[in-house]
């Protein structure tokens, strides 16, 4: 394995177990795309229905008489929304299909008196029937967008497919209709309304019956959405983040990641014995997990079956991002799951950190040049600083913030001055202003959650567009020189990705794939700061310790990969409130928690 992971024998018990249990699943989500791919053009192309492929397209479900065009690609359309729930062996699914084919074994019997028609049907249905225990997947997390977000994606569908079926009729189109006379004879027709286009014959109420069942599709597909109840993601109860914060006090030491599960915006499962823990966020399909367990590592074994069982039960797809080696190789011990090096994590040791030296040099002048402009640092636990300033401190850093969404997963707590995170660090750069903002004189925040008793990680950097470059390395500077008195002995910085690749393949001597795939990173890092991460952290001259991703299969690493993305924040599926709004919401919760502490003080 690489990324310095041992092969492990999970290889060869994967050969003995033989096929997975999703084949049949996945055969049956295979089966149903192909039949709603062939309703489809069935009921789209004339041609196709006296082609070669007649017959077999006329015995599939969905393809039923002289009604065969709106029939058939409603039938497609609605196969193809089950196929995919049929893979991942959701309940719903199943459920829907055994609903939809015993409709199209009626239909073969009532408009075509197709027996072969019939069979198929059958055939289909028995094998749903015969394993309907694979078909046991619970719902995923869902939430009132998935309706917006159906109606956008039918929507455009729908256009597009009518078009084509608009086109599809050459030889009884009256006339020449342009472009724009074919769109809105779709958009007409997608709500049940004649169009300006015109046809010979019955074309007409092929066509017209056929964009009215794609419009049909649309709204009751859209309105099931909307008013089906919700299953909103888990998040951490008071309960399990008190649990959590037992286990960290006693093991929070041994991984930097470790705060970074009280994210109240994770689940978490615990082991039998309550000893260790895994929290994840289900993303697109993906149980993402972030870090190594917490707590005693002979209890991790426990707590990865429990969070295995869960991706199981859900049919997600199970997936670790950022574990350490330790983490790694437990994880694949005990899972048959795969380990694959993604990149290192910075640590600098207090005790050798020093300014001084030529490998310093660039930090040491920035620093200098940027105390002589008059900025000063403080460094502070937040339990040390007043509500006052923390509130300050917390708007800043959502001005500052600079993208829509809030970016971070695995090495993000998503809040500052939470009164349970007393021990967390924050470092801050001042500079008095003739003309100050509406913060006054801060310029620069850094965050840092613990690690153990001796240690912090970087969980955020904000700072003032208008400071002066360099507010990052100077409060790292500063946090670094002021953690003797505080008691920290180790800093973990940034996760710097492939680092080892931009590290070897910049050197003399790399081969010509090592040198491609950095090429490649570096073309990458105009938009993710993969190079530009790594340069940052080489800075302070850190150790370098590797992190992996924990995968089932090769073919999980692009979903892995893009819901890892939503999940840091570089993608957004949804859609965000606008920015006026998210701040009057801001400054509404952060009205209603001072009236809060001022009733609680006054009590």
């Known amino acids: 394995m690489s990324g310095g992971v041992p092969a492990r024998s999970h290889r060869m018990r994967r050969l003995l177990r033989g096929p997975r249990p999703e084949a049949v699943p996945a055969l049956v989500g295979r089966a149903c795309a192909l039949v709603g ?86 055939v289909l249905l028995a094998l749903l029937l015969i394993h309907r225990d694979e078909f046991s997947a619970l719902p995923d997390p869902r939430s009132r967008w998935r309706a917006l977000a159906n109606f956008v994606l039918m929507s455009a569908g729908s256009l597009a497919l009518g078009l084509v079926i608009v086109s599809a009729h050459p030889k009884t189109l009256v006339g020449n209709p342009s472009m724009a006379d074919r769109i809105t004879h779709v958009l007409y027709g997608l709500f049940g309304f004649e169009g300006p286009v015109d046809y010979q014959g019955n074309t007409s109420w092929t066509v017209a019956f056929s964009l009215g069942a794609l419009g049909l599709l649309t709204a009751i597909t859209t309105i099931y959405l909307a008013f089906r109840p919700e299953h909103p993601a888990a998040r951490l109860t008071e309960e399990d983040e008190s649990r959590l914060r037992a286990l960290l006090e006693k093991h929070g030491a041994r991984d930097s990641l470790g705060h970074f599960a009280l994210r109240r915006d994770k689940a978490v499962v615990f082991s039998p014995s309550g000893k260790a823990a895994v929290t994840y966020r289900v993303v697109s399909g993906v149980m993402l997990a972030s870090g190594d367990p917490i707590g005693d590592v002979e209890a991790w074994p426990g707590a990865i079956e429990r969070f295995m069982d869960e991706a199981k039960a859900h049919s997600w797809t199970p997936a670790v991002m950022g574990c350490s080696e330790t983490g790694g190789e437990v994880w694949t011990r005990e899972t048959g799951l795969d380990a694959l090096e993604l990149g290192d994590e910075a640590v600098v040791d207090v005790a050798d950190f020093s300014l001084a030296g030529r490998a310093m040099r660039n930090v040491r002048q920035m620093v200098k040049r940027i105390e002589r402009a008059g900025y000063e640092t403080r460094v502070r636990r937040v339990r040390d600083l007043g509500e006052l300033e923390l509130e300050r401190i917390r708007q800043a850093a959502e001005d500052w913030r600079g993208t829509d969404t809030e970016r971070g997963f695995s090495m993000a707590l998503g809040r500052i001055g939470d009164p349970a995170d007393g021990d967390c660090l924050i470092a801050t750069a001042h500079k008095a202003d003739d003309h100050p903002g509406p913060y006054g004189d801060l310029k620069a925040i850094l965050h840092f959650v613990p690690w153990g008793t001796d240690g912090v990680s970087l969980d955020l950097m904000r700072r003032d567009r208008s400071a002066d470059p360099g507010m990052n390395e100077l409060l790292i500077v500063a946090a670094l020189q002021a953690a003797p008195k ?84 570089f993608v957004n599926l949804a859609l965000p409130l606008p920015r006026f709004l998210r701040r009057r919401t801001h400054t509404a919760r952060a009205c209603a928690h001072a009236v809060t502490e001022r009733e609680a003080r006054a009590a």
């Open 37 to 122: 791919l062939l309703d489809i053009a069935a009921g789209v192309f004339p041609r196709f229905r006296h082609s070669r492929m007649h017959t077999l397209a006329e015995v599939l479900p969905g393809a039923f008489g002289p009604f065969a065009a709106a029939l058939s690609l409603s039938a497609g359309v609605l196969l193809l929304l089950l196929a995919h729930g049929l893979k991942r062996r959701k309940r719903r699914a199943w459920r829907a299909a055994v609903a939809l084919l015993p409709v199209g074994i009626v239909a073969q019997f009532t408009y075509r008196h197709s027996p072969v028609g019939m069979l198929i049907s059958l």
């Open 486 to 569: 505080l008691g920290i002995t180790r800093v973990s910085l940034n996760f710097a990705m492939f680092r080892s690749a931009l590290a070897r393949g910049e050197k003399i001597g790399a081969g010509p794939v090592l040198r491609a795939w950095r090429g490649l990173l570096v073309f990458l890092s105009r938009w993710f700061q993969i190079e530009s991460l790594y340069k940052f952290n080489a800075k302070f001259q850190p150790r370098w310790e590797p992190r992996f991703v924990v995968y089932r299969a090769s073919g999980d690493l692009p979903r892995i990969g893009f819901a890892a993305m939503q999940a840091e924040g």
